[in-house]
Each structure stands twice: as C-alpha cells, then as structure tokens.
C-alpha cells in the first residue's frame, strides 16, 4: 500500500506539471553515473578501469560514440570525478542539440509522455511480481524465516530496483529517440491542412442538395415504363377487326 500511495503521488505530480526538464537533467546526471560505476568503480584507480567497456556502454545505452581513451590521453587533468563530468556535459550536449531541432513544447511532451509509459509499465510489472511473491512467500516459514517480515523485505528490495529500472529506461529511451525536425512538423501541418480542405469541399458537394442516387434510380425507372404503340380502343366503339359489331360485343368481349 505504501509503494502504491507513492507511485500514484508520482503519476500525479507528473501529470500536474508541463515541463520535466529540470527532473530529466537531474536523472541524466544519476543514470549516467550509475552505468560508469559499472566500468570506473568510485574511489578506484585507473589501472583497474574498463574504458573500452566503458565506451560501448555510452554507445549502447545512451547511442553516443565517445572516444573516451583518446580523452585519457590528450588532457591530464583527467581523474575520475572530472571524467565522470564530461561525460555527463557531453551527453548533456547531444540531448540539446536534438532538442534544438525540434520545438520545445514538442521534446516537453515527449518527455513527459514517455515517463508517464514507462512509469505505468513497470508499475504493473511490479503488481504481478509481487503478487508472485506474495503466493511463494509462506515457504519461507520451512527456513526458520517470519514470512510477512520476509516479504516486506524482499518487496521493498524488489520496489527500488523498479524506481531505478524506470529511470534508466526513461533517460536511455530519451537518448536514443527521433525526434520530428521543423522541416518534418511542417509538412504535416501542411499534409493536415490539405486534408481539412479536401473534407470542407466534399461536405459543400454534399450540400448542394442533388440526390445522384434518386436521379440514377428516375433514369432507370422511366426506361422501363410500358408505352402503348397503338390508341386504346373504346368499348362502344367498331371493333377494329372490320366486323361491323362493337368493340364490347366482339374482340373487347373475348379479352
């Protein structure tokens, strides 16, 4: 209940505000710095470190084609927190220049719709893994363990791993994303425009009131109506036979 109570509060708050840049720095710094623990660990010496692993990490992660060993080499001044640091102005650097091909209001509504997706994906993820805990956790009895302090334990464990699986999905997503140029963002409003006017002159065809299809059936109709090739006779007249009786006592009797 707890974990549900934050995770609303978070949808919430995302959803109240229209700008999450400042949050999408913030994780880009702790992301960025989480993958080089895994390459540079803290407080290391460069002997031990894995700039190769390193370098196909950022180019995997992050889709940036950093030449940290040539970095290494070409400044001194370079140690581990000032590495750590470049690294993130550089991939600071990369997510601007994408911005500044698009709009602003664009890149804000990406950001904060692709938050919101992975945030609700993992979300439900996390309902189900705990749910499987949850069915499975009364064996932990059999070890001499308190199941209901083991499964607290575990969730809580299992919950920040989700909190810090949704922050890495959201900045490397973030990262590797096309986004619509200017050039791109035109074109479809023109393409939308064209559309629009495509429908308004159809709906005015539509209204001048003609009924093709009543038209169309009148034409079919009047082709088909019987039309008399010879002047219909009338009962008290002669018969046209030339018998000499009326047309009522003679052929008119028999039809």
């Known amino acids: 209940n707890d974990q549900r109570k934050f995770v ?17 720095t913030e994780l880009r710094t702790e992301v960025t710095n989480h993958v080089i623990d895994g390459f ?3 407080q290391s010496l460069e002997e031990s470190w894995d700039i190769n692993g390193l370098k196909d990490a950022l180019d995997h992660e992050f889709g940036a ?24 102005d550089e991939l600071t650097k990369l ?12 890149m804000r509504n990406i950001e904060k719709g692709i938050m919101l ?30 199941p209901e302090q083991e499964y607290k334990r575990e969730g809580f464990g299992m919950f920040q791993e989700m909190l810090l699986a949704i922050d890495y999905e959201v900045i490397t997503t973030l990262s590797k994303v096309e986004v619509p140029t ?59 036979c030339g018998s000499g009786k009326k047309y009522k006592q003679c052929h008119g009797k028999i039809n």
């Open 117 to 146: 997706q992975v945030l609700d994906s993992h979300w439900k993820d996390h309902l189900a893994a705990m749910d499987y805990l949850r069915q499975g956790i009364g064996l932990r009895g059999f070890a001499q363990k308190n």
């Open 182 to 240: 200017e050039e791109d963002l035109l074109a479809m409003e023109q393409q939308m425009y064209m559309s629009e006017n495509m429908q308004y002159e159809h709906a005015d065809i539509d209204g001048l009131g003609v009924d093709f299809e009543s038209e169309e059936q009148g034409e079919n109709d009047e082709s088909l109506t019987y039309v008399r090739e010879q002047k219909k006779v009338g009962r008290n007249e002669p018969c046209p």
């Open 40 to 42: 540079i660990p803290p």
């Open 8 to 24: 609303y509060k978070r949808r919430s708050d995302l959803m109240e505000v229209e700008d999450i840049s400042e949050t999408i």
């Open 65 to 88: 084609q950093f030449e940290v060993s040539k970095w290494l080499e070409e400044d001194d001044s370079l140690h581990e927190e000032t590495l750590r640091k470049r690294i993130v």
């Open 95 to 106: 997510y601007q220049e994408k911005e500044s091909k698009t709009r602003s209001e664009i």
